[in-house]
C-alpha cells in the first residue's frame, strides 16, 4: 500500500525529494502508474506545481526521455480516456485537448484513419455532443474569483482535496489561469493557510452554525443544506446521526417537508 496519503503535509522541497527517491529505486513514474498508486502525491504536485510533469522536471528529471510511456491506444482505450477526461471537467475541445499534457498523445491518436478519423467523431463515439463540447465554459480570473467567494460565502470546503472532488472545473481553471490554487485562493482576499486548517467540529459548534443560520432565516430543509452548506450537513448527520435530529438538538421542529402556499 503506498504511504504517500493525501493527509501528508507536502511541500515543494518534500515533493521534488519523494519524486527523487522514487526514480533511484526504479518505481515507474508515468502519469497513470502515479494516478493509480500514489494519489495523494499527484494531487500535492498538481497543486504547487501546477502539473505532474512540472513536479517531474524541477526533479531534474526528463519527463519526455525517462518517465512518459507511448501506451498502445486502441479505440476502447481512447474511449475510456474521453470519458474519464469529461468527467474531471477537461475542456475537450480540439485547441485545448491537442495541447494538453496529459491527452494530447491520444488525441492525435483518436484522428487517425485506423482509429475514429476525426476528433468530433472519437467526442460522438464516446457518447459526448461536439457542439457542447464547443460550448465549454469560459473561465477568465473575475468569473474564477466570484466562484471562489461564492463557496466561501456558502461555508464550504477550498481545500485542493476537495476542490478535486466537489469543483474540479473550478479547480482546474484556477490552476490554469493563477498558476497554483494558493495564488487564486489569495487573489480573492482568502488566507491559504486559514483554508488548508481542517475544521474541527464538536455538537456545540454544529449547533451554534445551525442556529445563526436558522436566525438569518436560511432554508434549513436537507435538500439545500446539502447544496449550499454541505461541511455542515455531512458533519451534523455524523454527529446527531440525522440532519433532522440535529435541527431537533437546536430547538427548531419546523416542518420543512411542507410547502410555502404561495400568497
Known sequence: MSTDASTTQWTKQKIVARIREL?????????????????????????HFGSWREAVEKAGIDYDKDVRRIPKWTEERILDTIRQAYKKGVDLSWTNISKHPEFSGMAYAAIRDSRFGGWDDALRAAGIEPSDVRRYESWNKDKIIRRIKKRARKGQDLNSKAMQ???????????KRYDGWDKALQAAGLEPDQIYKRQRWSKERIKKKIKALDRKRADLAAPAMRRDHSALYSAACKYFGSWTAARRACGIRRNFRKRKRNK
Open 23 to 47: 526514480e533511484q529505486v526504479g518505481e515507474d513514474l508515468s502519469y497513470n502508474r502515479i494516478a493509480t498508486e500514489r494519489q495523494g502525491l499527484l494531487s500535492a504536485a498538481n497543486y
Open 165 to 175: 472532488q466537489e469543483d474540479c472545473k473550478l479547480f482546474n481553471a484556477a490552476l
